[in-house]
């Protein structure tokens, strides 16, 4: 176990609908980032926070969103969901000043109807 | 842009033999990390090994050990002694020296046989 937790572990929406998804960090943990694993693939970055602010994003569209919160916990929000958001959700913590080793949680599998 | 291939999506191997998974990549920086998680049936991503590019000297944690050609661009991970707990996916992973981000290969799926 990393002591990472992320809730729910599962979820189905409809397309259009919101969904919010949590992450616990790593005790002493700054920095969260967050994955999208389709089924049977590897995981794609969407984005990391550090210090409650945005510091990098990859390929998604604007409609995933997230927060981090002063105790370092996380937040992935998708809005207007479409089918292809169906998959594994990871998120990983770890500190800034040791980015390189990143603990993963276990995930939130969302399947968009 | 970087990326990260594994050319071998599933291999099997028999308990107590030894196995390696292929990766490549490709950048254009020079220093950088490289990783090999392993992904079990039960989904949570486990660190199992970890290269920094700027050590010749290849990694090693126990059973597991890496090929690093950096000139070939070529990171492969060896698992000897095979064990059962060992089957899992296993992905291949890119980080810039500097980024946080992860960059992952496509997966190994490895069953070890009994």
């Known amino acids: 176990e990393t002591g990472v937790t992320q809730s729910p572990t599962h979820l189905i929406k409809t397309r259009g609908q919101q969904v919010t998804l949590r992450c616990s960090s790593q005790s002493g943990h700054n920095t969260v980032s967050w994955y999208q694993q389709a089924l049977g693939q590897g995981p794609q970055f969407i984005f990391q926070y550090y210090r409650e602010e945005e510091n990098g994003r990859g390929n998604f569209p604007p409609r995933f969103s997230g927060l981090q919160f002063p105790n370092y916990s996380s937040e992935l929000n998708v809005n207007a969901l479409e089918l292809d958001d169906s998959a594994l959700y990871l998120c990983?913590?770890?500190?800034?000043?040791?980015?390189?080793?990143?603990?993963f949680g276990p995930g939130t599998r969302l399947l968009v109807l | 842009a970087q990326t990260v291939t594994q050319s071998q999506p599933e291999m099997s191997v028999q308990e107590a033999e030894t196995v390696t998974l292929s990766c490549t990549y490709d950048t254009s920086e020079n220093n950088y990390y490289l990783f090999w998680y392993k992904q079990p049936p039960s989904r949570q991503m486990i660190l199992v090994i970890r290269q920094e590019a700027y050590k010749q000297q290849n990694a090693t944690e126990n059973r597991f050990s890496v090929n690093f050609q950096k000139a070939a661009k070529s990171f492969s991970l060896k698992i000897s002694d095979s064990q059962l707990g060992d089957t899992a996916m296993y992905f291949c992973a890119f980080m810039k020296m500097e980024g946080g981000k992860l960059i992952f290969g496509q997966g190994t799926t490895l069953q070890v046989k009994p």
């Open positions: 990983a913590s770890s500190l800034r000043e040791a980015k390189e080793t990143q603990y």
